[in-house]
């Protein structure tokens, strides 16, 4: 059974960090993209950033340049290192895994989901 945890979430002021990590179990992702999305109260799921199996990464416009996604296959780990938060990032963050190796931005391409973790940015 596969299972994505993830953890790191919490309550940080603008400008702060937080680090979310996400554990993978019960088969590895090592050949294939892995990614983080969010979803805010009201609205839809969004993408955040994914990171190939060649560590290619892409990012969405509004986290560019503050966000930083990094994998650890030998852990079959992910994570994301987020900087310079503002209180529009406030959302629950999930961890997602495709069983492409070329995934985008589209939920649908992912299969795997964790639980999601809060993230929540005061002003």
């Known amino acids: 059974q596969v299972q994505l945890v993830e953890s790191g979430g919490g309550l940080v002021q603008a400008g702060g960090s937080l680090r979310l990590s996400c554990a993978a179990s019960?088969?590895?992702?090592?050949?294939?993209?892995m990614g983080w999305f969010r979803q805010a109260p009201g609205k839809e799921r969004e993408f955040v950033a994914r990171?190939?199996?060649?560590?290619?990464?892409y990012y969405a416009d509004s986290v560019k340049g503050r966000f930083t996604i990094s994998r650890d296959n030998a852990k079959n780990t992910l994570s994301l290192q987020m900087n310079s938060l503002k209180p529009e990032d406030t959302a629950v963050y999930y961890c997602a895994a495709s069983l492409r190796s070329q995934a985008t931005v589209f939920p649908s391409h992912y299969n795997y989901w964790g639980q999601g973790t809060q993230v929540t940015v005061s002003s």
């Open positions: 990171i190939r199996w060649n560590l290619n990464t």
């Open positions: 019960g088969r590895t992702f090592s050949d294939n993209t």
